[in-house]
């Protein structure tokens, strides 16, 4: 009996440990999925933006309260909001990602920024940051370096 | 009768064409002394007199719109080239220029591999710049901003989201959402005053 406590337990411990260990690691074992990650290019000591699609799969709604990046000085997450033909942007505090569904942080939209870049974020290079969920914990995304998609005629 | 008819078609096809290109406003006779990205005085807009301009207003330190906003001047650029539409100025103008010195947006364009060869970067004092950003209505009101333990600040910039075309007398002609812009409007916009 001492012996399948004993054994319920390690495995229970072991478990939590493996869901620790994923959360941290993001993928892939995290029902947090980030897809399309990418930056658009910057030079050393100015400001860029992040953009990507988080995708949640699981049952419970989470949220992005922060991120984290050596690329840049200060990063915060941003929204950008329009008055009349005028273009501005804010702060915010969190960014909700209700359960079973997509959130695209996009172009004229919510965004990363990375303010005061350390170095030259080139085009084509790869740029890495953590973003941190309130229940899904750290998940680090690999983002790739390029500009806007080529969509001649097209409104994004 | 039938000649009387040509006339009044006539009279509505000017009239119709006035109508699409009417002068927003009149830089013909202005001289706005700048500097370009090289850190050369130019005189905006004698610079581009005598060619069709796309003008951009950008501040480097944003992150978002004014990225938008010259990739699309770019996607303009790449498509005049295609089609093999000549003597069409790029030039982009920075509204913050206490932070847009010439080495920031020499840095900002060259990080874009952005081709130079018909493109032109420019700011200049802050008294000069508010007087060309007043006479071709674009506003740019400081917003939020970021405050560092070492007493710098940047400042982002509530400002209207624009790219315009001038026409080879200096006049603008045409003002489009720099962000959205439908690049086939542009271009064809731009055809038609060549042509």
Redesign the interface.
């Known amino acids: 009996m001492k012996y399948k406590i004993f054994a319920t337990a390690t495995i229970l411990l072991l478990v939590n440990l493996s869901s620790v260990y994923s959360q941290e690691k993001g993928q892939p074992k995290s029902k947090i999925q980030i897809h399309d990650p990418w930056i ?5 000591g ?4 992040l953009f990507f699609v988080v995708e949640n799969k699981s049952d419970k709604p989470d949220t992005i309260y922060a991120a984290e990046s050596t690329l840049s ?2 990063v ?1 997450v ?1 929204e ?1 909001f329009k ?1 009349g ?7 915010v505090e969190f960014v909700a990602v209700p359960a079973h569904s997509k959130v695209e942080f996009k ?2 939209d919510i ?1 990363v ?4 870049t350390k170095k ?4 084509g290079e790869e740029g890495e940051a953590v973003l941190l969920f309130k229940n899904a914990g750290a998940i680090k995304v690999k983002a790739t370096v390029r ?2 998609p ?7 | 009768m039938k000649k009387l008819i040509f006339i009044l078609s006539l009279i509505v096809v000017v009239y119709s064409c006035g109508e699409k290109f009417d002068t927003i406003e009149d830089l013909s006779e202005e001289k706005y002394n700048l500097i370009d990205q090289n850190n050369a005085s130019v005189n905006f807009p004698q610079i581009v007199r005598g060619k069709i301009a796309v003008v951009g207003y950008i501040f480097t330190n944003c992150p978002d719109i004014c990225p938008l906003t010259t990739n699309n001047m770019r996607l303009i650029q790449e498509r005049l080239k295609e089609e093999k539409v000549k003597d069409v100025e790029f030039v982009s103008i920075s509204f913050d220029p206490l932070v847009d010195k010439p080495e920031v947006l020499r840095k900002f364009a060259e990080i874009r591999n952005l081709n130079l060869g018909n493109w032109t970067f420019l700011t200049g004092e802050k008294n000069v710049i508010d007087s060309l950003m007043k006479k071709a209505q674009i506003f740019a009101i400081p917003g939020d901003s970021t405050l560092f333990p070492n007493g710098e600040k940047i400042i982002y910039y509530i400002h209207t989201d624009r790219i315009q075309i001038m026409d080879v007398d200096g006049k603008i002609r045409k003002n489009y959402p720099g962000s959205t812009i439908n690049v086939n409007e542009i271009v064809e916009d731009i055809k038609s005053l060549v042509d």
């Open positions: 658009r290019p910057a030079a050393e100015s400001n860029t933006a000085e200060v915060e941003h950008m008055k033909d005028m273009m501005g942007m804010h702060e172009p004229r965004h920024m990375l303010i005061k030259d974020i080139k085009l500009d806007m080529k969509m001649n005629g097209m409104k994004h």
